[in-house]
């Protein structure tokens, strides 16, 4: 009876020795499991902080190429209403041209009539 206990006391500790042994293996495979999804958690954190970097970089480009794009407008307008300012001489001598034609087309035709 004293060598069956033994044997049982034996494959008992054999039993539990594999238990501890399964047991360390389970953690050491929850350990890698928990350190590669820290590493991806930072990875990601890094690419959202990139793609925030980059979407606030373009958001301040096109911020800036609006400004650029109004302030040339404003130059466009300011250079056309000039323009308009010049072309008032230019036009009252057109006006005047055209006059001066209709006069000359007014007397040919009085002369040829003659």
Not at 78 to 103: N, P, T, Y
């Amino acid at each position: 009876m004293a060598e069956k206990s033994m044997e049982e006391y034996m494959e008992r500790i054999r039993v539990l020795d594999e238990l501890e042994q399964q047991a360390m293996g389970l953690s050491r495979m929850l350990t890698t499991y928990t350190d590669r999804l820290q590493e991806r958690l930072e990875q990601r954190v890094e690419i959202e902080a990139g793609s925030e970097a980059v979407g606030l970089a373009s958001i301040k480009n096109l911020e800036a190429a609006v400004m650029k794009s109004v302030e040339q407008r404003k130059v466009l307008v300011e250079k056309c209403q000039q323009l308009d300012r010049d072309m008032g001489g230019v036009q009252a001598v057109s006006d005047q041209v055209q006059e001066i034609k209709h006069l000359l087309d007014v007397m040919e035709y009085a002369k040829r009539k003659s």
